[in-house]
């Protein structure tokens, strides 16, 4: 299985952090966000990554390098000068996202996650068109773009619903996912700008496509804002605090610490 990091944002909502550096390389807890994304992707076991770059994109490889120290195979498709948005930056990227499977990850470059993506990926059922990765976040119902009937099916993505469907309730698509290649097949040419959800998912969906989704366990959050970089850094200094004490408690005591006890 391969994956696709979507890292051509421009980061306007960040500025001025991101006049200097592209939004992928901004900092939670010290830590790139597309480099942990690289490392989680690697803990899953896919090696074989694609990013895409814009804005300032030269530095992201040049942070990454060949992707060799995280364990993984890195090839990046640099959109300029012209930005393609999430589909296209995919179409691009085509016969590298086809490779020898039939599915692939894909995961934004500008949000910090929790997840484990191999719990994503087992949860991907045959023929499904893809399965979302998706977070109910009470504080953000700003984002709450995709709507379920009470069935558990998804109905509604950005405001389209099908015919005379109820909505049960409402979540956040957290820019994690499984899909399958046919995907590619409903994009627009790569000389296009086009966006993976309106011009590849929703029109699959009305034409009968499957799209499912789970729910990970884990925090996620979107980190298009100064003040949910702040956050995300709080909530990855906590955890990482807590795994440092959880690792004192259970290491074994020394014979020097034994004498003095």
């Not at 296209?88 to 996650?113: P, S």
């Not at 069935?151 to 309730?169: K, L, Q, S, W, Y």
């Not at 605090?241 to 004192?248: C, F, H, P």
Request: glycine fraction near 12%; charged fraction near 25%; aromatic fraction near 8%.
């Amino acid at each position: 299985m391969r994956a696709f990091i979507l890292a051509a944002g421009l980061g306007t909502r960040l500025r001025p952090l991101t006049e200097r550096i592209p939004k992928p390389l901004v900092e939670v807890a010290g830590e790139p966000l597309v480099e942990r994304a690289v490392r989680q992707l690697v803990a899953a076991g896919i090696r074989d990554i694609g990013i895409n770059l814009f804005h300032l994109g030269e530095q992201i490889p040049a942070w990454l390098g060949d992707g060799s120290r995280y364990g993984a195979r890195l090839r990046f498709f640099d959109e300029r000068p012209h930005i393609r948005g999430t589909g296209g930056g995919l179409k691009l990227a085509e016969d590298f996202l086809r490779g020898d499977g039939d599915t692939f990850v894909l995961v934004n470059g500008d949000v910090w996650h929790g997840f484990d993506i191999r719990a994503v990926t087992a949860s991907h059922p045959p023929g499904a068109l893809t399965t979302l990765a998706v977070h109910r976040e009470r504080r953000r119902p700003e984002l709450h773009h995709l709507g379920f009937a009470d069935d558990g099916r998804v109905v509604r993505i950005n405001g389209t619903a099908a015919p005379a469907e109820t909505i049960a309730f409402r979540a956040i698509y957290t820019g994690v996912a499984a899909f399958d290649v046919r995907v590619l097949e409903w994009l627009p040419p790569a000389d296009k700008v086009s966006g993976l959800i309106s011009h590849g998912v929703m029109p699959a969906m009305a034409a009968g496509e499957r799209v499912c989704w789970t729910e990970p366990a884990g925090r996620w959050f979107d980190c298009g804002t100064q003040g949910e970089l702040l956050r995300a850094s709080s909530h990855a200094l906590r955890l990482r605090a807590q795994r440092a004490l959880k690792v004192g408690f259970t290491r074994p005591r020394s014979r020097v610490a034994l004498a003095i006890a």
